[in-house]
């Protein structure tokens, strides 16, 4: 199976090291030194102190790459109109075949996903795969969260940082989506399929509305949240909007108790460095307004107070606003 991966950022660059294990994978970057280092030196996971590398293919023009059975999403949220255009040209039409390549397995059962490509986001906050679909068309785009945590330590370099399972949506197609979870659990990344995709987009960003916003205002790992008192009652009370305007919008979250959930991911991910967190400290845009300016949006359109939810998007707003005079 040949898969394309546009974002070659932390969590984009763990999956493609994983992937490659049983697919031709290529990662698609704006970034030449890093495209450079990744073909010359191949990607290197950090792993609890071991270190293992694997060759796998960067590009940065969606030609290089040709077309792809899968692509995945892991840009931003606010460059997903860029990854739709990118995508769009990796998409397979009726008329190709799949290229072959090192490590892939195309003669396998992955071949089945047929002529049609499928695109797939794995990105945080609300209104991508929308946005994809738009672009693409809704029967190309399916939608996945993920629990892993990952930091780039380098060019090519990346650090697996929080294991957690990845959650497929079995749309548009249950059986190429299915190929899909498959694929991930033989590379070892656990993975499972799910009908209520609503559900688990709202799942993931309830949590991401309790930690991304706090760790990167604190600049503190995950794991932190967890053990300040202080730090653990604003997540539970960002938390805690994020749920109330979730049930306004009758979604039932894939867990039952929103706090608890959050605390365990935090507590599984204690080392790692939230991607909003990675952002401030490379004085990077960050995703606040997919997640807790989402949460913020909805409860406004709902009647639902959201004001700790409301608070933290301003201050990382301010963080964003302020990065060159840092």
């Known amino acids: 199976m040949k898969i394309g991966i546009i974002g070659a950022g932390a969590l984009g660059s763990l999956i493609a090291f994983?992937?490659?294990?049983?697919?031709d994978v290529w990662l698609l970057s704006r970034r030449r030194e890093q495209i450079d280092a990744i073909?010359?030196?191949?990607?290197?996971?950090?792993?609890?102190?071991?270190?293992?590398t694997r060759r796998l293919h960067a590009a940065a023009d969606p030609a290089e790459i040709g077309a792809c059975e899968i692509v995945l999403v892991l840009t931003k949220s606010y460059a997903t109109a860029w990854a739709a255009e990118q995508a769009r040209r990796l998409l397979r039409t009726e008329s190709q075949e799949p290229r072959t390549g090192q490590g892939t397995t195309s003669s396998s059962r992955f071949s089945a996903l047929g002529s049609r490509s499928l695109v797939v986001t794995l990105q945080n906050g609300l209104g991508n795969r929308e946005l994809l679909a738009l672009a693409l068309g809704d029967a190309n785009v399916g939608q996945?969260?993920?629990?892993?945590?990952?930091?780039?330590?380098?060019?090519?370099?990346?650090?697996h940082a929080g294991q957690g399972t990845?959650?497929?949506?079995?749309?548009?197609?249950?059986?190429?989506?299915?190929?899909?979870?498959?694929?991930?659990?033989?590379?070892?990344?656990?993975?499972?399929?799910?009908?209520?995709?609503?559900?688990?987009?709202?799942?993931?960003?309830?949590?991401?509305?309790?930690?991304?916003?706090?760790t990167a205002l604190l600049r503190v790992p995950n794991g932190a949240l967890v053990a300040n008192a202080a730090a653990r009652a604003l997540m539970?009370?960002?938390?805690?909007?994020?749920?109330?305007?979730?049930?306004?919008?009758?979604?039932?979250?894939?867990?039952?108790?929103?706090?608890?959930?959050?605390?365990?991911?935090?507590?599984?991910?204690?080392?790692?460095?939230?991607?909003?967190?990675?952002?401030?400290l490379r004085g990077s845009p960050t995703e606040i307004d997919a997640i807790n300016g989402a949460v913020q949006r909805e409860g406004l359109r709902l009647g639902v107070p959201t004001p700790v939810n409301n608070m933290l998007a301003a201050l990382v707003r301010a963080l964003d606003a302020t990065a060159n005079a840092r």
């Open 144 to 159: 996945g969260v993920t629990a892993l945590g990952a930091t780039l330590l380098g060019l090519g370099q990346v650090r």
């Open 236 to 280: 539970a009370d960002a938390i805690a909007e994020a749920a109330a305007v979730a049930q306004a919008r009758s979604t039932t979250l894939p867990y039952d108790d929103a706090l608890a959930h959050t605390l365990a991911v935090a507590q599984a991910t204690g080392a790692n460095h939230s991607s909003m967190l990675q952002d401030v």
């Open 166 to 214: 990845t959650v497929f949506g079995a749309a548009p197609d249950r059986a190429r989506m299915a190929l899909l979870v498959d694929l991930f659990n033989m590379c070892g990344l656990p993975a499972e399929l799910n009908d209520d995709l609503d559900a688990l987009v709202w799942g993931k960003l309830v949590v991401n509305a309790g930690i991304n916003a706090l």
């Open 39 to 52: 073909n010359r030196n191949g990607m290197h996971r950090e792993l609890n102190g071991s270190v293992e």
């Open 18 to 23: 994983y992937l490659s294990a049983h697919a």
